[in-house]
């Protein structure tokens, strides 16, 4: 039986949310041995195979030729924001907080998306906005706090505040990278070839691209080819095949929550009520924000 375009939709949606919500357990596992700069060296190599290898079986390469200079600069530039600061920062507090606080906190990048949309894009901020940041950031202070909202004792103020840092560092680099007309899949190849020799010179300044437990290499290989390049890949085929893309986008809610039955299966986490909580806010902001704009308005990750 042939499957109908949206049933596509749907499968190619569900396989990148089964993948989103297994990478922050792969994160935090494969910290346990190698350092935030070891993991996102072999990670990104891992995905410019992936990606390398999906640009030639669909016979993309002609399209290299096609594009102007000025495009292929500009997609070099957004290396920079990703995958080399965005997962830099994100590693790093991946490393420092448990992954049922990390994975939630990052969620917040559509928050912040629409704050820093205000000022670079010069969107005009409603009601709707402000009670959804007030919402989403109200989850995050439950979430940090184990729930002791008015004592305000953070666990781990330094990874709390690089969480929110990474999503500062996405949010930018969706708001610049809805300039380019690349191929999605030639602009994301751009953008890891660009940011590998950066994170590479990053390692060898301060950590060592050997690391001293080659395991966490599969770890490592496993968050490239699935976080950074898989996952991306069936999300696009998603929207294409979509009649819109709210019919997949509303999906994506369910990740995070999976995430948290990942990371306590498979990391050993023990949820705390706070966490769930805490993201059911951030969820709840989130909602509160995509349903007050207009569907032309919004940004589907």
Request: aromatic share 14%.
């Amino acid at each position: 039986m042939t499957l109908t375009n949206q049933k596509k939709a749907y499968l190619f949606a569900i396989l990148s949310i089964l993948m989103w919500s297994t990478v922050a357990s792969a994160f935090k596992m494969s910290l346990r041995y190698l350092d935030p700069l070891q993991l996102l060296l072999y990670a990104c190599f891992c995905s410019l195979l992936v990606l390398g290898g999906v640009i030639i079986v669909q016979k993309k390469i002609p399209l290299f030729r096609q594009s102007s200079r000025k495009e292929i600069v500009f997609a070099l530039l957004l290396g920079v924001l990703n995958p080399f600061l965005y997962y830099v920062v994100l590693f790093k507090a991946y490393e420092l907080l448990p992954a049922q606080e990390a994975q939630p906190i990052n969620y917040t990048w559509a928050l912040t998306l629409m704050f820093l949309s205000i000022f670079i894009l010069k969107q005009r901020i409603s009601a709707s906005d402000i009670l959804a940041g007030l919402v989403g950031y109200f989850g995050v202070v439950v979430i940090s706090t184990h729930g002791d909202v008015l004592g305000l004792h953070f666990t781990n103020s330094v990874g709390v505040a690089l969480a929110l840092g990474s999503t500062v560092f996405w949010a930018l680099y969706w708001i610049y990278n809805k300039k380019s007309h690349l191929d999605p899949v030639i602009g994301l190849f751009l953008n890891f070839c660009a940011g590998f020799p950066l994170i590479l010179l990053t390692c060898l300044l301060f950590s060592h691209p050997i690391p001293e437990h080659p395991i966490g290499i599969w770890g490592a290989a496993y968050v490239g080819l699935f976080e950074m390049g898989a996952a991306f890949i069936c999300w696009l085929y998603a929207l294409k095949y979509s009649v819109n893309t709210a019919k997949v986008g509303n999906l994506i809610f369910l990740s995070p929550f999976l995430s948290l039955l990942f990371i306590h299966f498979l990391v050993g986490e023990e949820i705390r009520p706070s966490t769930l909580v805490g993201l059911i806010f951030i969820t709840l902001s989130i909602l509160i924000q995509r349903f007050s704009k207009k569907p032309t308005d919004q940004v589907v990750s």
